[in-house]
């Protein structure tokens, strides 16, 4: 099995600053996908970014960016202008190229303090 | 579109007695699959299903019965219920889970379990 680690278990960021979480994980595949998840207080699990091992380029969506290091098997997802609504836990997540298992990290608990 | 709908929302069974979670789906999707949700352990795979009729291991099976006989249906069976099966439970669906290269699953709202 893939293993993910998450190694703040929480963190804070004022509104409207920057803040990044980190993640790493391990495999000995050359092709797969690595994710981001948010889960809000509300419970539901929602995508927040996603990255294909093979691009070197960082995804980014919105206010959110992720920094690839595919060397160094690390995949860290920076949010940027915090708002009170990004609250909530984060998973990192690893998917192996064919595979069906998605392989989550242990989670986030972000804070957003006005 | 109601999503990936998962019932109840919460159970309390007791050691031994038997359940079933139901998860639906209204958008045609071919991957079904279950998670549990522990603290401090992120999410597992317990089963999946890439469509009527097929499922596999994940994870985390044991415990754990399903079967795929509709498209949209994917229930979860506890047989016989016990302490370390409380949990959260979260089923997801994918029209096409592994040729995207996983680039949408979409989580109902969970099932909350205790089992005393």
């Known amino acids: 099995a893939q293993t993910v680690t998450q190694s703040q278990p929480e963190m804070s960021v004022q509104e409207a600053e920057t803040v990044t979480l980190s993640c790493t994980y391990d495999?000995?595949?050359?092709?797969?996908?690595l994710f981001w998840y948010k889960q809000p207080p509300s419970r539901q699990m929602i995508l927040v970014i996603r990255?294909?091992?093979?691009?070197?380029q960082n995804a980014t969506e919105n206010r959110f960016s992720v920094n690839f290091q595919k060397a160094a098997k690390s995949f860290s997802l920076k949010i940027s202008d915090s708002q009170l609504g990004d609250t909530a836990m984060y998973f990192c997540?690893?998917?192996?190229?064919?595979?069906?298992?998605?392989?989550f990290g242990t989670g986030t608990r972000l804070t957003v303090i006005p | 579109n109601a999503g990936v709908t998962q019932t109840p929302k919460f159970q309390v069974l007791k050691t031994g007695q038997s359940m079933t979670l139901q998860c639906a789906q209204d958008?045609?999707?071919?991957?079904m699959s279950w998670y549990r949700q522990d603290p401090g352990m992120g999410l597992r795979l317990i089963h999946y299903?890439?469509?009527?009729?097929?499922?596999d291991q994940g994870e985390v099976p044991n415990g754990y019965n399903v079967s795929r006989s509709t498209t949209e249906d994917f229930p979860l069976r506890l047989l016989s219920a016990a302490p370390s099966q409380t949990s959260v439970y979260f089923c997801?669906?994918?029209?096409?889970?592994?040729?995207?290269?996983?680039?949408?699953?979409?989580f109902g709202e969970g099932s909350r379990l205790t089992v005393l």
């Open positions: 997801a669906s994918s029209y096409s889970w592994v040729a995207s290269g996983g680039r949408e699953l979409f």
């Open positions: 495999t000995s595949e050359n092709n797969y996908y």
């Open positions: 990255q294909e091992a093979y691009k070197q």
């Open positions: 997540a690893f998917l192996q190229t064919g595979a069906n298992n998605l392989f």
């Open positions: 958008m045609n999707h071919e991957y």
């Open positions: 299903s890439v469509g009527a009729g097929i499922t």
